[in-house]
């Protein structure tokens, strides 16, 4: 249904708190009032839920693929289109695309790829996220070790050049592989510069936070850890540095009592959202696929390389913000929170597009009393039958 229209009829999370006899008042896929009922207008279209809760949608900032397609195999404008609607059905109003660690070619060509879906307008592209190939490869993971390499001055400016073209661009790198004068000049163009896949000390993280680094990807997973006597990366993302943190709620990357630790031990004006490092997988009942020419094995709900190093994950974030409710226990406005509000303010500061407020896109979620995902609406569009 594009248009006007008043959606209504059960509670209302606008992104800070519950709101009950209230309903939004829907125009050209904008958010064109939020009030109680009798302030809405009765002669246009009602759509009336009767049960569960309307909340913002959820925002993914780390997505390799989905509905079958991997970035990396397919680095095109219509398997962009393809990840976007399979995230659409479990919540993702809005996403990331991720390229894993590849050749410089296929880098150009998913950048490319970003900058043809952002000028076509594809729905729920919000820009890019390069994941590496700058990492260290003592941290490796899943990426492939001799496509890991220092990040020179020409992929410097081709980074740059692609932020200009690009509505957002997020890239992980390791403090290893990459200059603080060069995170200097990616932060300054406006890029989101994220540490990841690196052996770095706190001291070296907190030097690149200085530098303009201001997120740390997969929080503990291919990093250097918190123990007694050396902070780590992940010692320097739950101390007030300032630090977003992404973090993969799947039961199989972080523990859930480490999850609740992490979640209280945090201080400072960053925050830990949920991202899905989800893979071709999501939306489709494939049991494997390739990346590098390796495959990948899904198995138990997790993704794993020959020799079981975990590869992506086999997650949405709606699956996640589940998990935080029922396996961690976090309050479901928090959970709520770290999909759909934390991620915008990684992206964009402290300035929320997320909240449903008057003049906010019309990215909303319907979750049932299980929090499950029953409705969706993009741009005030609602998810149609055929994806
Ligand atoms: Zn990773």
Redesign the pocket.
């Known amino acids: 249904m594009s248009g006007t229209f008043v959606l209504s009829g059960t509670s209302i999370f606008d992104g800070e708190s519950i709101h009950d006899g209230c309903g939004l008042l829907i125009s050209e896929g904008m958010i064109a009032g939020f009030s109680q009922l009798e302030n809405l207008p009765t002669d246009c279209p009602q759509v009336k839920i009767s049960s569960g809760l309307l909340a913002p949608g959820f925002t993914d900032l780390?997505v390799n693929g989905g509905g079958g397609v991997l970035l990396n195999q397919q680095p095109t404008m219509s398997a962009i289109e393809t990840i976007c609607k399979a995230h659409l059905q479990f919540g993702t109003t809005g996403l990331l695309p991720t390229l894993?660690t590849d050749t410089p070619e296929i880098t150009t060509r998913a950048i490319e790829a970003g900058i043809q879906a952002s000028s076509a307008g594809v729905p729920g592209f919000l820009g890019l996220h390069l994941?590496g190939p700058h990492l260290s490869p003592g941290k490796k993971?899943?990426?492939y070790p001799t496509l890991i390499r220092q990040m020179s001055d020409d992929d410097c400016d081709q980074l740059i050049a692609a932020k200009a073209q690009l509505p957002n661009l997020m890239v992980?790198v390791a403090p290893e592989s990459v200059s603080n004068e060069q995170i200097s000049r990616l932060a300054g163009a406006g890029i989101v510069v994220s540490l990841?896949?690196s052996e770095a000390t706190f001291e070296q993280a907190k030097a690149a936070r200085r530098a303009g680094a201001s997120c740390l990807?997969?929080l503990y997973?291919?990093m250097s850890p918190l123990t007694h006597r050396k902070p780590g990366m992940v010692g320097a993302g739950l101390a007030p540095l300032g630090y977003h943190c992404g973090l993969i709620a799947d039961g199989h990357h972080v523990d859930p009592d480490v999850i609740a630790i992490s979640l209280a031990a945090k201080r400072g004006s960053g925050t830990i959202f949920l991202v899905s490092?989800a893979m071709a997988t999501i939306g489709t009942d494939m049991k494997q696929f390739e990346l590098n020419g390796r495959t990948i094995h899904r198995k138990d709900g997790h993704l794993t390389l020959a020799d079981g190093t975990l590869a992506?994950a086999d997650l949405e974030l709606g699956s996640a913000v589940r998990f935080l409710v029922n396996e961690v226990g976090v309050e479901l406005e928090e959970a709520l929170r770290m999909a759909c509000v934390y991620p915008q303010n990684c992206l964009y500061g402290t300035e929320n597009r997320a909240v449903l407020a008057e003049g906010a896109q019309a990215n909303i979620v319907h979750l049932d009393d299980g929090l499950n995902i029953c409705g969706v609406w993009q741009e005030g569009e609602p998810l149609s039958d055929d994806l």
Do not use: F, K, S
């Open positions: 780390q894993i994941e993971g899943a990426h992980t990841g896949h990807t997969h997973n291919a490092d992506g």
